[in-house]
């Protein structure tokens, strides 16, 4: 058996597949992960192939700070992506909301939201930094002991900045 | 015939032990061709296995009741159907082999698509039903042509057995009926510039976008032995035999490969046809066919 988990595990770092979602990003970082998968950039050769379904993904890539319209967007699609799994907030909107910061209709940064395992800054990040990300989410899916991600996993999250100043203010903070 | 050599046939050669690894070294040639064609290095020669394991290793669909069991009986019975096309194959014209013929054979070959069509549907997502319906139309198309130059095929050699049909020196009919053939595989196999029903800038995955894990890579398995079964087809019915069986695996290897590089280089020159076009350029063909197929049957009667 510990041969047959040896061998999946290595199946899974050499064969990540991508599902590609915008959350309200202002298309930068998706002109440049569509950059980092043409053929310039060769990402093939580490198995790394876009899907068009994220039920045949394993690595989901999120741009954007997460408005308010996209929420249900990206829980839903996270859901949908089968474990095991990765996240990957490409560029500085999902890691901090960058620009929109404190936008009324800007409910991010992404990882108070689903769980976020590789962040690539950048406004937006090289296709080379976001190829360094995906690759580093691909050796993630790999260890087995990572791997079932559960509702658990969300919830140990802490607040992010945004969330304690809204809990200071006594209002309800997003999670 | 044989029920042992019926079984060896379908679980050793040419069946599930000797076609799966060699679905997955056509899937890699498909894959390198085409990164070879954008200058590219392409996947490494294991990638279509790693990408097998690994969809075994995901969670699976969640679905219950009979839609569930579909869309995961579709999958499987794609597998089954293809490799018992590939036992048939006549790579070795012999008469102990299944007493199978090319009506057989020929609906062997077609039941996957039906299969694919049928898992579109039964997913019942929006994007799935729009791919099965192009699937549909582009597969009522290109059998117009496929059966038409099988029909050639068989009423020039005046027979429908495999074993007979593949030893005669081909004649005339049976070039053009393989040419016609070959022009039909791009739309069996979903590639370029056929792919509609697959094209994931429009309608995601199409009839695939619910499936996930074990069942998505059996359709991946499905779509590399289809390759090896359309090319195996073309090739079994195209080259003379040498009469020492050593040379003719290799003769047979080496063509259905050279067949696979061919297309895959035609996939990655060309851009998707929308439905429309794709449908009448294999009705406009068909009647190009028919016609010719008539004035020979004419021109050649007796």
């Known amino acids: 058996m510990k041969v047959l988990e ?8 050499k064969s990540p597949w991508l599902f590609h979602m915008n959350s309200g990003s202002c298309n930068g970082c998706d002109i440049e992960l569509v950059a980092s998968i043409a053929p310039r950039y060769d990402v093939e050769q580490l198995g790394i192939h876009l899907e068009g379904s994220p039920r045949h993904a394993d690595i989901l890539c999120i741009t954007g700070p997460v408005t308010y319209n996209t929420l249900e967007a990206v829980k839903t699609v996270y859901g949908q992506v089968p474990r095991p799994k990765a996240v990957v907030a490409l560029g500085s909107c999902a890691a901090s909301c960058n620009a929109f910061a404190g936008s009324p209709t800007v409910v991010g940064p992404l990882h108070r939201h689903i769980p976020v395992d590789v962040y690539v800054p950048g406004c937006p990040p090289r296709p080379d930094a976001i190829i360094e990300g995906i690759a580093k989410a691909a050796e993630l899916l790999g260890h087995s002991e990572r791997r079932p991600l559960t509702d658990e996993d969300v919830k140990d ?5 945004g969330c304690e100043a809204a809990a200071a203010e006594g209002e309800e903070p997003c999670r | 015939m044989q029920v042992t050599t019926a079984i060896l046939r379908l679980l050793i050669f040419p069946g599930l032990f000797f076609a799966v690894p060699a679905a997955w070294l056509f899937l890699y040639i498909e894959r ?8 590219r290095i392409g996947p490494p020669l294991l990638q279509p296995f790693y990408d097998f394991v690994k969809l075994l290793g995901k969670e699976p669909l969640k679905l219950g009741g009979i839609q569930g069991l579909l869309m995961r009986a579709w999958p499987a019975f794609s597998v089954s159907v293809l490799i018992a096309a590939l036992a048939l194959i006549p790579v070795f014209p012999s008469k102990g082999g299944f007493s199978g013929d090319l009506i057989l054979l020929i609906t062997l070959l077609e039941l996957p698509s039906m299969f694919y069509m ?3 549907f039964t997913s019942r997502s929006i994007y799935g039903k729009v791919g099965s319906m192009r699937e549909a139309s582009l597969s009522l198309s290109s059998n117009l042509l496929f059966l038409t130059a099988v029909m050639m095929i068989a009423v020039s050699a005046h027979t429908f057995r495999l ?3 593949a030893v005669p020196a081909a004649s005339p009919a049976r070039w053009l009926g393989l040419a016609a053939i070959v022009l039909c595989i791009p739309a069996k196999l979903r590639l370029n510039p056929f792919s509609t029903s697959s094209a994931e800038q429009e309608i995601y995955s199409g009839p695939l976008t619910e499936y996930s894990g074990s069942d998505l890579a059996l359709w991946e398995l499905a779509h590399g032995l289809e390759w090896l079964a359309l090319s195996g ?3 079994s019915l195209a080259f003379p035999r040498t009469g020492f069986k050593i040379a003719d695996a290799g003769i047979f290897a080496f063509l259905c490969i050279a067949l696979v590089v061919l297309l895959a280089t035609v996939a990655a020159a060309t851009a998707r046809f929308t439905i429309d ?3 009448r350029f294999y009705w406009r063909w068909s009647v190009a066919l028919a016609v010719v197929f008539l004035v020979s049957a004419v021109v050649f009667k007796g």
């Open chain 1, 6 to 13: 040896k061998l999946l595990s290595h199946c899974r770092q």
């Open chain 1, 157 to 161: 999250i802490p607040p992010c900045g």
């Open chain 2, 32 to 39: 390198k061709t085409i990164a070879q064609m954008q200058q």
């Open chain 2, 118 to 120: 049928l898992a579109g």
């Open chain 2, 163 to 165: 074993s007979e049909l």
């Open chain 2, 233 to 235: 087809f073309v090739v």
């Open chain 2, 277 to 279: 076009r794709s449908v």
